[in-house]
């Protein structure tokens, strides 16, 4: 049985749904996962989505800031939210689905990006982000009995060499710094994950997900940085079929500055 899941930073999703529904229409995932949605949960535009074939949906978000979505063909249950480093911020959902006669649970994570000084002694957000990835280390991928699971998200950290265009010029750089790469690895392997991504492109290739809204041609500098991620608990791995990532995404009217991902699998 086929299956499918994306995720997609959307960088305000009232903003952006005219490409939120274009990728939708052309790539038809099962389940849609966003973040920095920034909409209150009431004003989330569910209509548009739904009538899409998206008829479960839950939503974190809140105001202007951060904010996390999972719209689903199939149906979802048990939507929860942690509220990492108890700050009150819209950064994770989670919700169980069934498929292929598994029970698989997701994980929705919208990463603190850090700010621009990576010191936490001048710069709280950077502390805000390290504390977040501390908290994350807990996460467990075998956390129950008889279950799957799946991790996406904008985790705002680039953790391996060819994750960013250049990494001796970024690791001073918030997203490539060594305290942050070896937090976000330390995540992984504490927690049994499985870097989908990777599974299927070598770890000497370049691999990227988003290009900054600063270049003045992203993609003749492709300058970029693999910040979005799926990772999986390990008996999901083998049935991974590809990972798509959609660069052109990047080029369409008034775009993110991510780019959807999406994990295939046969299930």
Same mark, same amino acid.
């Given at each position: 049985?086929?299956?499918?899941?994306?995720?997609?930073?959307?960088?305000?999703?009232?903003?952006?749904?005219?490409?939120?529904?274009?990728?939708?229409?052309?790539?038809?995932?099962? =389940? #849609?996962?966003?973040?920095?949605?920034?909409? $209150?949960? *009431?004003?989330?535009?569910? @209509?548009?989505?739904?009538? /899409?074939?998206?008829?479960?949906?839950?939503?974190?978000?809140?105001?202007?800031?951060?904010?996390?979505?999972?719209?689903?063909?199939?149906?979802?249950?048990?939507?929860?939210?942690?509220?990492?480093?108890?700050?009150?911020?819209?950064?994770?959902?989670?919700?169980?689905?069934?498929?292929?006669?598994?029970?698989?649970?997701?994980?929705?994570?919208?990463?603190?990006?850090?700010?621009?000084?990576?010191?936490?002694?001048?710069?709280?957000?950077?502390?805000?982000?390290?504390?977040?990835?501390?908290?994350?280390?807990?996460?467990?991928?075998?956390?129950?009995?008889?279950?799957?699971? =799946? #991790?996406?998200?904008?985790?705002?950290?680039? $953790?391996? *060499?060819?994750?960013?265009? @250049?990494?001796?010029?970024? /690791?001073?750089?918030?997203?490539?710094?060594?305290?942050?790469?070896?937090?976000?690895?330390?995540?992984?392997?504490?927690?049994?994950?499985?870097?989908?991504?990777?599974?299927?492109?070598?770890?000497?290739?370049?691999?990227?997900?988003?290009?900054?809204?600063?270049?003045?041609?992203?993609?003749?500098?492709?300058?970029?940085?693999?910040?979005?991620?799926?990772?999986?608990?390990?008996?999901?791995?083998?049935?991974?079929?590809?990972?798509?990532?959609?660069?052109?995404?990047?080029?369409?009217?008034?775009?993110?500055?991510?780019?959807?991902?999406?994990?295939?699998?046969?299930?």
């Amino acid at each position: 049985m086929g299956f499918s899941i994306a995720t997609w930073n959307i960088n305000s999703v009232r903003l952006r749904m005219p490409i939120v529904e274009q990728f939708v229409m052309q790539h038809r995932p099962d =389940i #849609l996962c966003l973040q920095e949605t920034k909409v $209150p949960n *009431e004003l989330f535009p569910l @209509s548009p989505l739904r009538a /899409l074939g998206y008829e479960h949906i839950i939503v974190h978000g809140q105001k202007g800031y951060h904010g996390v979505a999972i719209a689903s063909r199939i149906p979802l249950a048990e939507d929860h939210r942690q509220d990492y480093c108890n700050v009150g911020d819209a950064r994770h959902i989670s919700a169980i689905f069934q498929r292929g006669g598994r029970r698989i649970r997701l994980h929705n994570f919208y990463v603190p990006a850090g700010g621009d000084e990576p010191d936490r002694t001048i710069n709280p957000k950077f502390g805000h982000k390290l504390d977040f990835i501390e908290e994350m280390k807990r996460l467990h991928a075998n956390a129950e009995p008889s279950t799957s699971a =799946i #991790l996406v998200g904008d985790l705002n950290i680039a $953790p391996l *060499e060819h994750d960013v265009w @250049s990494h001796k010029q970024l /690791l001073k750089i918030v997203s490539h710094t060594p305290v942050e790469t070896d937090g976000l690895i330390e995540v992984m392997k504490r927690g049994a994950w499985l870097d989908l991504m990777r599974q299927k492109v070598p770890e000497s290739e370049k691999l990227y997900t988003w290009w900054s809204y600063r270049a003045k041609d992203w993609e003749a500098a492709d300058r970029g940085r693999r910040l979005d991620h799926i990772w999986s608990s390990s008996d999901l791995g083998p049935l991974l079929q590809r990972i798509d990532i959609l660069k052109a995404a990047r080029g369409w009217d008034r775009p993110s500055d991510h780019v959807p991902v999406t994990a295939h699998f046969n299930l």
